[in-house]
């Protein structure tokens, strides 16, 4: 696919579920590379990896049984908001991570459980999503493909949550904010906190992450990081938003969802979830 994609020059384009290439009403498309049959629609699970295959629709995975506790269930919830039920059906998550914007409540999610992509560009490699989205452009546009987006497993008591808010509850986010780490005797550790909204891509809070790394989570300390949340951004003022309502709006959800993601550690961090797959071997994760 790489190699046809790259043969046929800037007019070749890929398809997977197509709700991005029809929508974007191109006019200069001569050929189609489709990638549907490539046996990439899976969920997986190898050793404390979580593998999904970049042709899974955001349907499957809304409708995956063994997902629906899975960090809290952030990513099923995520997947059901990005879009309504019919693109569901069609949209990809390889082609959520390849071309959505910077307010994808999906792909923020994907950013705070440190996802880690197989990427062919023509030889298979790992890559961070946070590399990816940083050099996205230039490397679609030389041919590179998703093949599969892996999600570690983490196994202490573990909490995430998701906070948003938009102009309806069902409309994209304006801003979203997710949060997730794992909690002991209350002091947190693979801290994550993802924002979108706010930049061309979701963006990670690296100051928030890295003032409530292997701390305790005191009200105070939390407050502290919070406001740190949005240092060095600068989002865009758009008819949905101005910059300085974002940057507000941020810092609101970030404390939002790092109280109900320690609310939950609390609650379910003795629980244990199974991870399944597709027939794989089986993978607990707290």
């Known amino acids: 696919a790489v190699a046809l994609l790259r043969q046929g020059g800037p007019n070749t384009v890929a398809l997977a579920g197509g709700t991005a290439l029809v929508a974007s009403g191109r006019r200069d498309v001569e050929e189609v590379v489709d990638l549907r049959h490539l046996s990439l629609s899976y969920v997986r699970v190898q050793g404390a990896t979580l593998c999904i295959g970049a042709t899974t629709t955001l349907q499957q995975l809304v409708d995956h049984p063994e997902l629906q506790t899975l960090s809290s269930g952030v990513l099923v919830q995520t997947a059901e908001a990005e879009a309504g039920r019919n693109l569901r059906n069609a949209a990809t998550i390889g082609g959520t991570v390849a ?14 459980l440190d996802a880690q992509l197989t990427n062919y560009a023509p030889e298979s490699r790992q890559i961070p999503l946070a590399g990816f989205l940083a050099y996205r452009e230039r490397l679609l546009d030389d041919g590179a493909r998703i093949s599969e987006v892996r999600l570690p497993l983490l196994i202490g008591p573990l909490g995430a949550a998701v906070a948003s808010v938009g102009r309806t509850p069902r409309d994209r986010p304006i801003v979203c904010a997710i949060a997730r780490f794992e909690l002991a005797s209350e002091i947190a550790s693979n801290v994550r906190v993802a924002l979108g909204g706010m930049a061309v891509v979701p963006v990670r809070a690296n100051g928030t992450e890295q003032l409530l790394e292997r701390k305790v989570l005191s009200d105070e300390r939390v407050e502290a990081a919070v406001e740190m949340a949005t240092d060095g951004l600068a989002p865009r003022d758009d008819f949905r938003g101005s910059a300085e309502y974002r940057r507000k709006v941020a810092r609101i959800l970030a404390r939002r969802a790092l109280a109900l993601a320690r609310a939950r550690a609390q609650t379910w961090g003795s629980a244990v979830n199974t991870v399944k797959g597709d027939g794989d071997e089986d993978r607990t994760d707290d």
């Open 99 to 112: 071309g959505a914007g910077g307010d994808s409540i999906l792909l923020a999610t994907l950013l705070a």
